[in-house]
T-cell receptor, first 113, second 115 residues
Framework: DAKTTQPNSMESNEEEPVHLPCNHS???????IHWYRQLPSQGPEYVIH???SNVNNRMASLAIAEDRKSSTLILHRATLRDAAVYYC??????????????FGKGTRLSVIA | GAVVSQHPSRVICKSGTSVKIECRSL??????MFWYRQFPKQSLMLMAT?????????EQGVEKDKFLINHASLTLSTLTVTSAHPEDSSFYIC???????????FGEGSWLTVV
């Protein structure tokens, strides 16, 4: 899987929007962009994924650059429960389905009350 | 959504003993499951890929004779840490590929402490 680059940490005030960036300049045409988050002492939790178009779900929005070399996870109103490590991961959909997620270091998001 | 459950959530064992961690897909069948290990303040490290009915595929540097993986059914994979040592103390996490094929679901993780 192609590598991703994320800031080590970010900070946000509660109830404000948060934009978590991810660079993936070597992304291939068949790589999906996945976002997971990990709360302290828990397994990772699926957040959102997309291929080319922007995506929205109840947790977040995913904005994908037109050239697909970067993406941004948007939390519309950060809460204290959103404090976690956020991982941006590429996964090739053409490869047979038993391809694992390979985790980088992610971005540690702190939310200030 | 799909649920993956691990058991036990925490276990303490004596050095030299073996401990088994179970990973179950509760509402879907998982032909493929993945096992990770995570040390404090670090990211998840993939240990092995577990396929139902066949031998697991281990990542480089992971001892297959020490970390025994069995995936005997479509809803259960087990990781057995044999002859555990204090350096095996870690957070072990399993995940399963959902039936839609594009989303991977994670268990809650299992804390292993070897004393």
């Amino acid at each position: 899987d192609a590598k991703t680059t994320q800031p080590n940490s970010m900070e946000s005030n509660e109830e404000e929007p948060v934009h978590l960036p991810c660079n993936h300049s070597t992304i291939s045409g068949t790589d999906y962009i996945h976002w997971y988050r990990q709360l302290p002492s828990q397994g990772p939790e699926y957040v959102i994924h997309g291929l080319t178009s922007n995506v929205n779900n109840r947790m977040a929005s995913l904005a994908i650059a037109e050239d697909r070399k970067s993406s941004t996870l948007i939390l519309h109103r950060a809460t204290l429960r959103d404090a976690a490590v956020y991982y941006c991961i590429l996964r090739d959909v053409i490869v047979e389905g038993n391809t694992p997620l390979v985790f980088g270091k992610g971005t540690r998001l702190s939310v200030i009350a | 959504g799909a649920v993956v459950s691990q058991h036990p959530s925490r276990v303490i064992c004596k050095s030299g003993t073996s401990v088994k961690i179970e990973c179950r897909s509760l509402d879907f069948q998982a032909t493929t499951m993945f096992w990770y290990r995570q040390f404090p303040k670090q990211s998840l490290m993939l240990m092995a890929t577990s396929n139902e009915g066949s031998k697991a595929t281990y990542e480089q540097g992971v001892e297959k004779d020490k970390f025994l993986i069995n995936h005997a059914s479509l809803t259960l994979s087990t990781l057995t840490v044999t002859s555990a040592h204090p350096e095996d103390s870690s957070f072990y996490i399993c995940s399963a590929l959902g039936t839609a094929g594009n989303t991977i679901y994670f268990g809650e993780g299992s804390w292993l402490t070897v004393v």
